[in-house]
Nanobody, 121 residues
Framework: VQLVESGGDLVQAGASLTLSCAGS???????????TGWFRQVPGKEREPVAC????????YFLESVKGRFTISRDNAKNTMYLQMNSVNPEDTAVYYC????????????WGQGTQVTVVS
């Protein structure tokens, strides 16, 4: 399974950007068989879960700071997930990773290589 993130950028505080994660794999591979999530990591800190969609399609947001600003979505037909980030602030600066896991928030699964988001004030 291969996951490729894109969309990371250097932006001004208050801007919006959308991260994408495209997946490919074995015959019959499909996103909706997994929990699809976004994590982020800053230097010196553990990778933390940001948002996730479970197998039934329910959304979870793990960080109070992103609720109302970030929206996770996925397109099962395209095996692609997204993270719409609005009103970003410098505290959102991190490397963002997408992951396919068997449980939202789990760190065991398939990972992308990460995409850097930098927010400047």
């Amino acid at each position: 399974v291969q996951l490729v993130e894109s969309g990371g950028d250097l932006v001004q505080a208050g801007a919006s950007l959308t991260l994408s994660c495209a997946g490919s794999g074995f015959p019959g591979f499909t996103f909706d068989a997994y929990c699809t999530g976004w994590f982020r990591q800053v230097p010196g800190k553990e990778r933390e879960p940001v948002a996730c969609i479970n197998v039934p399609g329910e959304e979870y947001y793990f960080l109070e700071s992103v609720k109302g600003r970030f929206t996770i979505s996925r397109d099962n037909a395209k095996n692609t997930m997204y993270l719409q980030m609005n009103s970003v602030n410098p505290e959102d600066t991190a490397v963002y990773y997408c992951a396919l896991t068997n449980r939202c928030g789990s760190r065991s699964g398939y990972w992308g290589q990460g995409t850097q988001v930098t927010v400047v004030s």
